[in-house]
């Protein structure tokens, strides 16, 4: 499943989207995150899937925009930290 | 010589006439429908308040959201440009100046030379600038201009949730039904505007001095929320709601000379 | 003094099919889905849709559940202990005090979705009081894809009750009002409805009749979901759940900008979240019972 958190609003796209059929629930975003955006548990989505799995925090969702503006240099800008610690590769950043 | 500075805001349109770095006149007109007639009136008042007629001004300049629809000039400055421009030339030592309308607010990193280094904005959402207040002081049934000092009596922060200025109105609504405090309300729509505005400063970076500058830089309140934010002394300088225009009038003389 | 209308407000109600007999009945699930505006409760009997009730959320989450169940369950004879299963969903999904079990409505709209247009669908969106969400489903309505705005209230009902309540006109006539026009008009160019709120009094100011108003705006908000849809990748059957499905002028502009037909449904298209639930309790119950 693709799970996007975030929004739209009238000044863009604010997603991150986590692959939970890549996600292995390893925990790594949690910890690589400075601003502590990521949760791991029971996906709440699927009821049926058993593994937990990387989320982004309900309090995040709707300023992600502003929580993440800090790793999101205009220029120079260097790889986001939670998109480089996944190594399966499941989270991607839409803005 | 003489120039002027038109700034054509979301909400209103200013007017500054300069002289040598000196400003001779000032003019605010609500922007009301028809702008082209507004912008014409805050030229009209600032000649009066300098004494001049129209003739004597060399150059125009138009800032704002609405500079395309200037009638004076087709000269034009950004609303990065002239806020950086004009911050400079009342606070030479500023690094970062903020400003908050009523539709947007910016953040930009500027030198010693008023030279834009960087810079962020809110845009096209009510919840990054001061429409966010109006509307929350609607729903707190207050004027505007109460917002700010009633949020100074606050004595706690509340949190709100809401991020969307229309789902915070029902927020507020909600807690004026829960007894929560005029003041503390007051000031959490406040902190919170602060909040989103800060995240746009720290995407830019900052350094002393830090000034805000815009309509919002009247509101005692949230100057206050944007030091408790920021951890650090904000300037605010004297008329900061014509800081723009003030820029765009320097770019004028700069480029006639 | 006159009374002020009060323009958003749609009508609540309630359905049980009076032809069913529930008391031999297996397994009784509900869904109850607490919405931040709405609230409905469902009551599926061996699987096969029994009650339901729709009405306006209030203040308090729990009492608005008891309220939206008791609703369901009025002059059936059934009561709360009848129930075997409940499943709480929707903003305040938590706060169902009689519900086993808490579901997101994106796993809810799914699976009330799969039931109510068919296993062929496979784009759910679902347009609420206070978000939007999109959905993307297998034929056994599991999520593939899915992404929610509740952050902003472009796009949602909320969005769609400020401008019932600017122009005086009642929120269900909406949709048929804006279609009246001859022309469609430019949309409004704002996305945030405050803006596009100040956009509209400017051209009634113009003289803008309010059918054209409308019409800008609906033409606005359907835009706006189309491209909140690109980023799920829209796939045929296409189904619109939630109270805006009821709004044939965002509907219809939606339908025309996607190039698809949205699937009809004889189900009212607002308990797709709590069918879902019900769904899941049903599924669950057997689950409880086997183990």
New interface residues.
């Given amino acids: 499943?693709?799970?996007?958190?975030?929004?739209?609003?009238?000044?863009g796209?604010f997603?991150i989207a986590i692959d939970t059929d890549k996600c292995d629930g390893c925990g790594d975003c949690v910890s690589a995150c400075p601003n502590n955006v990521f949760v791991v548990g029971e996906d709440?989505?699927?009821?049926?899937r058993d593994e937990p799995v990387a989320m982004v925090g309900e309090e995040h969702?709707?300023?992600l925009?502003?929580?993440c503006?800090?790793c999101?240099?205009?220029?120079d800008r260097s790889a986001l930290a939670c998109v480089a610690a996944c190594k399966p590769l499941a989270i991607s950043h839409?803005w | 010589m003489i120039s002027a500075g038109i700034d054509i805001g979301a909400k209103t349109v200013k007017t500054v006439l300069l002289e040598d770095g000196k400003i001779l006149g000032k003019g605010l007109v609500p922007a009301g429908l028809d702008t082209v007639a507004s912008t014409k009136q805050t030229l009209k008042r600032a000649l009066a308040a300098a004494g001049l007629t129209v003739e004597k001004v060399e150059g125009f300049m138009a800032t704002g959201t609405g500079r395309k629809s200037c009638p004076f000039t087709d000269a034009e400055i950004t609303e990065v440009g002239a806020a950086a421009k004009g911050i400079n030339h009342v606070l030479e030592s500023c690094r970062a100046v903020i400003d908050v309308g009523a539709e947007e607010g910016r953040a930009v990193r500027c030198d010693a030379k008023g030279k834009v280094i960087?810079f962020?904005f809110?845009?096209?959402?009510?919840?990054g600038a001061g429409t966010f207040a109006e509307g929350m002081a609607r729903a707190l049934e207050i004027p505007l201009e109460e917002l700010g000092p009633l949020s100074l009596k606050a004595r706690q922060a509340v949190p709100m949730?809401?991020?969307?200025a229309v789902f915070a109105e029902s927020e507020v609504v909600t807690l004026i039904h829960n007894k929560t405090p005029r003041e503390d309300i007051a000031r959490a729509v406040l902190d919170a505007i602060a909040?989103?505005i800060i995240?746009?400063v720290?995407?830019?970076?900052f350094e002393k001095d830090v000034a805000l500058i815009g309509g919002m830089a009247l509101n005692p309140g949230f100057v206050e929320s944007m030091k408790r934010g920021l951890e650090m002394d904000v300037h605010v300088p004297e008329d900061p709601e014509y800081i723009g225009a003030l820029g765009a009038a320097l770019a004028a003389a700069e480029q006639t000379t | 003094m006159t009374d002020k209308k009060e323009f958003w407000r749609w009508k609540e109600y309630r359905w049980h099919d009076e032809t069913m007999d529930w008391k031999n009945a297996d397994i009784i699930s509900t869904g109850v889905d607490i919405g931040s505006v709405s609230s409905q409760a469902v009551i599926l009997v061996d699987g096969k849709l029994y009650a339901f009730s729709n009405q306006r959320t209030g203040s308090d989450s729990p009492e608005s559940a008891n309220q939206a169940i008791n609703w369901a369950m009025e002059n059936t004879g059934m009561t709360l202990d009848d129930i075997h299963y409940s499943v709480g969903t929707g903003y305040g999904r938590v706060n169902v005090p009689f519900a086993d079990?808490a579901?997101?409505e994106?796993?809810c709209h799914a699976r009330g979705g799969n039931f109510m247009y068919g296993p062929s669908v496979r784009t759910i969106l679902d347009m609420g009081g206070q978000d939007c969400k999109a959905i993307r489903c297998d034929e056994k309505g599991?999520?593939?894809?899915?992404?929610?705005?509740?952050?902003?209230a472009?796009g949602t009902g909320r969005g769609m009750e400020v401008f019932a309540d600017l122009l005086s006109v009642p929120i269900e006539e909406v949709g048929e009002l804006s279609l009246s026009v001859e022309e469609e008009p430019e949309p409004v160019s704002?996305?945030?409805v405050v803006?596009a709120k100040s956009e509209a009094s400017a051209l009634l100011r113009e003289g803008w009749p309010k059918h054209k108003v409308l019409a800008a705006y609906c033409a606005a908000m359907a835009h706006?979901i189309v491209?909140?849809l690109e980023?799920?990748d829209v796939q045929r059957d296409f189904a619109i759940t939630g109270g805006i499905a009821k709004n044939s002028g965002v509907v219809k502009r939606l339908e025309k900008e996607l190039g698809l037909e949205a699937l009809k449904s004889t189900y009212d298209s607002q308990i797709a979240g709590a069918l879902g639930g019900a769904l899941?309790a049903r599924a669950?119950e057997t689950k409880r019972r086997k183990s």
């Fill in positions: 499943m693709i799970a996007n958190y975030g929004y739209k609003n009238g000044s796209d997603f709440p989505n699927d009821p049926l969702r709707k300023k925009k502003y929580t503006a800090p999101k240099p205009d220029r839409s | 960087d962020a809110n845009e096209k959402c009510a919840a949730n809401a991020q969307c909040s989103r995240s746009m720290r995407k830019v970076g | 079990k579901i997101t994106i796993a599991k999520v593939e894809a899915f992404l929610m705005n509740d952050k902003c472009a704002s996305t945030c803006f706006r491209t909140l980023r799920i899941f669950l």
